[in-house]
């Protein structure tokens, strides 16, 4: 069965960087993407960025593309979300998310979440 | 980018009542519309794909329409454990995919 299993939870302090993985299984990688979500405490869902399993492409949005890099471990099916330069504005649960690779795809299997929290 | 924005951002109902919660989108996405759940605590569900397309194993009493620019999501009956904060997605701009602001749906 299709499992995304993710790293666990990070304490960190500000300045610093953290990197959190998303191990996927049970269906072909290349067929697929793999899109990184924030959701802040109390906050709604940002897309993040993705990554392309088919050609390794990768993606981040605008508002994120100084802050993060979407890696892939090539001996595993692991996409890995870093983030750097981190503040307290970066606390928050990242999830990592299938989709198909084209468009009018959507996510229908995420991880658990990954809690990150920065704090001096 | 386009933006998404939901109405209500929240809104108070009853078991059994019947809740609209609408999606607008900033320009054209066809109908690259997705709904998802999200109960406290807990990950994300997918409920509608492609604006009306319901995902396996969720109940018939959702339903989502819409195309162009504005899009609906319908609960026909409320139950108990559908109280919980809902999400559209557009997934026109692929990869670049955003998220309405959420519409948390309350026991009134």
């Known amino acids: 069965q299709v499992q995304l299993v993710q790293s666990g939870a990070e304490v960190k302090k500000p300045g610093a960087s953290v990197k959190i993985s998303c191990e996927t299984s049970g269906y072909i990688f290349t067929s697929y993407a793999i899109h990184w979500v924030r959701q802040a405490p109390g906050q709604g869902l940002e897309w993040m960025g993705w990554f392309n399993g088919g050609n390794g492409n990768t993606k981040a949005s605008q508002r994120f593309q100084d802050k993060v890099s979407i890696t892939r471990d090539t001996s595993a099916n692991t996409v890995y979300l870093e983030l750097n330069s981190l503040s307290a504005e970066d606390t928050a649960v990242y999830y990592c998310a299938r989709s198909e690779r084209q468009s009018a795809s959507y996510h229908d299997f995420w991880g658990q979440g990954t809690l990150v929290t920065v704090s001096s | 980018d386009i933006q998404m924005t939901q109405s209500p951002s929240s809104l108070s109902a009853s078991v059994g009542d019947r809740v609209t919660i609408s999606c607008r989108a900033s320009?054209?996405?066809?109908?690259?519309l997705n709904w998802y759940q999200q109960r406290p605590g807990k990950v994300p569900r997918l409920l509608i794909y492609t604006a009306s397309s319901l995902q396996s194993g969720v109940p018939s009493r959702f339903s989502g329409s819409g195309s162009g620019t504005d899009f609906t999501l319908t609960i026909s009956s409320l139950q108990p454990e559908d109280f919980a904060t809902y999400y559209c997605q557009q997934s026109y701009t692929t990869p670049t995919w955003t998220f309405g602001q959420g519409t948390k749906v309350e026991i009134k």
């Open positions: 320009q054209y996405i066809a109908t690259y």
